[in-house]
């Protein structure tokens, strides 16, 4: 069992940045494939970024050149870096770990763990 623990999400301006971070449980943390969904009302969760064990990295269209995902596996940590944030980024944001083999999957049915997401609100 692995346990996921998401923060630093919050209130911010369009244009301003925001860190989220995701504190993972277990030994093997360096093995994993991480990544990042969001999910906004009403919509379906949505693929934002992903990064794998061996930190190869993947992003979601609507993030590109804005959202840096990255990790250190010294603190069993991934981080999600949110620049020029949007009012279209407001959502609740989730941290997942893949299932083995699922390496910068964008599919949400590919991770097997899930945090219990951090709100992010962005505000025009």
């Known amino acids: 069992q692995v346990q996921l623990v998401e923060s630093g999400g919050g209130l911010v301006q369009a244009g301003g940045s925001l860190r989220l971070s995701c504190a993972a449980s277990?030994?093997?943390?360096?093995?994993?494939?991480m990544g990042w969904f969001r999910q906004a009302p009403g919509k379906e969760r949505e693929f934002v970024a992903a990064i794998s064990w061996s930190t190869n990295t993947r992003y979601g269209d609507s993030v590109k050149g804005r959202f840096t995902i990255s990790r250190v596996n010294a603190k069993n940590t991934v981080y999600l870096q949110m620049n020029s944030l949007k009012p279209e980024d407001t959502a609740v944001y989730y941290c997942?770990?893949?299932?083995?083999?699922?390496?910068?999957?964008?599919?949400?049915?590919?991770?097997?763990?899930w945090g219990q997401g951090t709100q992010v609100t962005v505000s025009s």
């Open positions: 277990g030994r093997t943390f360096s093995n994993y494939n």
């Open positions: 997942g770990k893949a299932m083995l083999g699922r390496q910068d999957s964008t599919r949400s049915y590919d991770y097997e763990y």
